[in-house]
């Protein structure tokens, strides 16, 4: 054996090594992306189920949604009749009312008037009757 035969039998050996270095992390890299593989897909099985029924849901929250903007726009329909009945109503009634009102006020406050009136000179009138009473008393004494 020659110096360049024993150099190639140990590069050859040192390769075959290396190869043996490297082929066990190499197993355990393959056994780990095999078990990834299986998470993976037992994830996904799981996840499948789920995302079906977040897909109901969501069809379920969209029909509520169609709903509540029907509703929505009923009551901004409603409010705007409302609007318009409460004008209508004040064009019309409005200004009788106020009509009414000022002469109901106008009524209490003569009736009151009358009425304190009336006071005064019944109390105007029960002095008089009494200065004359004493007056009458004087003269007679």
């Given at each position: 054996m020659?110096?360049?035969?024993?150099?190639?039998?140990?590069?050859?050996i040192?390769?075959?090594?290396?190869?043996?270095?490297v082929a066990?992390?190499?197993?355990?890299l393959?056994r780990?992306?095999?078990?990834?593989?299986?998470?993976?897909r037992?994830?996904?099985?799981?996840?499948?189920?789920?995302l079906?029924?977040a897909?109901?849901?969501?069809?379920?929250?969209n029909?509520?949604?169609?709903?509540?903007?029907?509703i929505t726009?009923?009551?901004?329909?409603?409010?705007?009749n409302?609007?318009a009945?409460?004008?209508v109503f004040?064009a019309?009634?409005g200004?009788?009312?106020?009509k009414v009102a000022?002469?109901?006020y106008?009524v209490?406050?003569a009736?009151?008037k009358?009425?304190?009136?009336?006071?005064?000179?019944?109390?105007?009138r029960?002095?008089?009757?009494?200065?004359r009473a004493?007056?009458?008393?004087?003269?007679a004494?």
């Amino acid at each position: 054996m020659s110096a360049g035969e024993i150099a190639g039998l140990i590069a050859a050996i040192a390769v075959a090594l290396l190869v043996l270095i490297v082929a066990v992390p190499l197993m355990k890299l393959g056994r780990t992306l095999d078990e990834t593989t299986l998470t993976i897909r037992q994830v996904r099985e799981q996840s499948q189920p789920i995302l079906s029924q977040a897909s109901t849901t969501v069809t379920h929250v969209n029909a509520n949604l169609e709903r509540v903007d029907d509703i929505t726009g009923n009551a901004a329909n409603v409010s705007s009749n409302v609007a318009a009945l409460t004008s209508v109503f004040a064009a019309t009634l409005g200004s009788p009312l106020i009509k009414v009102a000022a002469f109901s006020y106008g009524v209490r406050s003569a009736a009151r008037k009358k009425r304190e009136g009336q006071a005064l000179a019944d109390a105007q009138r029960t002095t008089r009757d009494e200065r004359r009473a004493r007056r009458a008393v004087r003269k007679a004494a």
